[in-house]
Every structure is written in structure tokens, then in C-alpha cells.
T-cell receptor, first 115, second 111 residues
Framework: DAGVIQSPRHEVTEMGQEVTLRCKPI?????LFWYRQTMMRGLELLIY????????DSGMPEDRFSAKMPNASFSTLKIQPSEPRDSAVYFC?????????????FGPGTRLTVL | GQSLEQPSEVTAVEGAIVQINCTYQ??????LSWYQQHDGGAPTFLSY????GLEETGRFSSFLSRSDSYGYLLLQELQMKDSASYFC????????????FGTGTRLLVSP
């Protein structure tokens, strides 16, 4: 299996621009998670989908952030407009079953820099 | 809310044994997971404890005491490749289950 696939791996953009991060979970996995990692705040859960339905978006920082999962094999995290404080590594993870007692498999991450 | 505490950094030499502790305060506790992350890499799953006691997987073991809100990761026969950050994460159930990660412990293994 190819594992969780994320694109782009690196993104550099200017403040105010729209940023779209993409994720393809492992085939057959029912749950998908978006995390953000920074030195200051560590690894934070942003949003979690189960069977393509958003279950918990309490970690989404503000209205500038939105996430979608139109089908079982694709999800996006969009930031509009982006700000320098959004600079971080964004990870997508998937797991086989609903509930996070199951192992989560992380993608390689997207390193976002907002200038 | 949830809070987790783990040491920020631990150093050890090859072949040694190291223990990384994690204490937590949370509601809806379901279990404790450990993840490893090498610099520039993604977190990878190491272990999960739902019940009290020790779980062993090769050179790595993980322990949980629910009554003490405490767990640890034990790494034996340390190798240079074990140099990485190690995160404890509580699985909490507040209507649905999610992982809340600690701030991580950076392990430096020297020759």
C-alpha cells in the first residue's frame, strides 16, 4: 500500500492567498484526521471525519479554515485567507475503523510557509 | 480539558535503557498511545494501552496505570536510529474518540 498521500509536500505563499492542502487516505480506511504541528503548540487535531462525515471540527482555528471530504479517497484542507501564523506542518492521518483506539497512519505532511 | 506532561528531552547512550514518562489529566480517558517521530518525518504508531499493565513489542514496552494517570515508554538496547521525538497521546471519549498529543520528548542517543 502506498500509505497516506499528501500534496503538496511544501507550500510557500504570501499572506492573503488561498491555500489548499490535499490528502488521499489509505484505501479502506474509514476515518481521516487533519493535524497541525508547530513548535509552540505541538501536534493539534484540527478536524476528524468518519465515513466522509465531519465528526469533530472543534480544533479548527477559525473560519478561515475549512475541510471537506467529498469521497472516501480524498480530502482537502483550505485556508482562506492565509496568515503568517498559519505556517506549520499539516499532517493528514487515516485509520481503519471509527474511533481512535485504532492505529492512525500519518502522511508525510505538508510544510506550509506563509510570508 | 486535557493536559499531558512529559520531559522535553532525554539523553542516553547506545545499548542503554531509557524510560519516558507521561502524566495526564483528562476527562473521558480511554487509553494511552505512543508515537515516534523522526526529524522531518511523520508520527508513527508505537503502542497503545487501554488496560493497566505492561505491553511489550520487541525492544519497546509501554506501561499504564489508570489510577495514577501515568504511563511510560521503555526503550531497551538503544540504537542510534532511536533518536527521535516520542509523543504520548491520550485517547479521550467525549461522545466520539480522539487523540490528544503531549508536547513530545526528544530522545538523543549517543555512541
Amino acid at each position: 500500500d502506498a500509505g497516506v498521500i499528501q500534496s503538496p509536500r511544501h507550500e510557500v505563499t504570501e499572506m492573503g492567498q488561498e491555500v489548499t492542502l490535499r490528502c488521499k487516505p489509505i484505501s479502506g480506511h474509514n476515518s481521516l484526521f487533519w493535524y497541525r504541528q508547530t513548535m509552540m503548540r505541538g501536534l493539534e487535531l484540527l478536524i476528524y471525519f468518519n465515513n466522509n462525515v465531519p465528526i469533530d471540527d472543534s480544533g479548527m482555528p477559525e473560519d478561515r479554515f475549512s475541510a471537506k471530504m467529498p469521497n472516501a479517497s480524498f480530502s482537502t484542507l483550505k485556508i482562506q485567507p492565509s496568515e503568517p501564523r498559519d505556517s506549520a506542518v499539516y499532517f493528514c492521518a487515516s485509520s481503519l475503523q471509527a474511533g481512535t483506539t485504532d492505529t492512525q497512519y500519518f502522511g508525510p505532511g505538508t510544510r506550509l510557509t506563509v510570508l | 480539558g486535557q493536559s499531558l506532561e512529559q520531559p522535553s528531552e532525554v539523553t542516553a547512550v547506545e545499548g542503554a535503557i531509557v524510560q519516558i514518562n507521561c502524566t495526564y489529566q483528562t476527562s473521558g480517558f480511554y487509553g494511552l498511545s505512543w508515537y515516534q517521530q523522526h526529524d522531518g518525518g511523520a508520527p508513527t504508531f508505537l503502542s497503545y494501552n487501554a488496560l493497566d499493565g505492561l505491553e511489550e513489542t520487541g525492544r519497546f514496552s509501554s506501561f499504564l496505570s489508570r489510577s495514577d494517570s501515568y504511563g511510560y515508554l521503555l526503550l531497551q538496547e538503544l540504537q542510534m536510529k532511536d533518536s527521535a521525538s516520542y509523543f504520548c497521546a491520550v485517547v479521550v471519549n467525549t461522545g466520539f474518540q480522539k487523540l490528544v498529543f503531549g508536547t513530545g520528548t526528544r530522545l538523543l542517543v549517543s555512541p
